[in-house]
């Protein structure tokens, strides 16, 4: 088992900065990728970043590419998520997910994730 906790979020100005983080512990040896998504009202889950925990290849979905950074430290089992140049269109709940080897890792697929946190709550207004 992998227990996810995600830190960080809160509420900026179109324009701002916030930088989530998500603390993992438990079998971390299993995982093989993380992925953060995110889920605004009335609207479906979509995977934003994606982050290899061996290679720490990544990859971000278009929406957020050029503002967003997703990056991991293996060391303190931590992942991030940099949100620069943050739009109202970016307010959202935003989940640390984590797939075990196997899973598929894939930004547009949530059910292929193993374990998932609580989520964290992103508020920009304009």
């Known amino acids: 088992q992998v227990q996810l906790v995600e830190s960080g979020g809160g509420s900026v100005q179109a324009g701002g900065s916030l930088r989530l983080s998500c603390a993992t512990s438990g079998d971390t040896m299993s995982v093989a990728c993380m992925i953060w998504f995110r889920q605004a009202p009335g609207k479906e889950r979509e995977g934003v970043a994606r982050?290899?925990?061996?290679?720490?290849?990544?990859a971000y979905a278009d929406s957020v590419k050029g503002r967003f950074t997703i990056s991991r430290d293996n060391a303190k089992n931590t992942v991030s998520l940099q949100m620069n140049s943050l739009k109202p269109e970016d307010t959202a709940m935003y989940y640390c997910?984590?797939?075990?080897?196997?899973?598929?890792?894939?930004?547009?697929?949530?059910?292929?994730?193993?374990?998932w946190g609580k989520g964290i709550l992103v508020t920009i207004s304009s």
């Open positions: 997910a984590a797939g075990s080897y196997g899973s598929k890792c894939d930004l547009g697929d949530d059910s292929g994730m193993t374990y």
């Open positions: 982050v290899y925990r061996i290679t720490g290849t990544t």
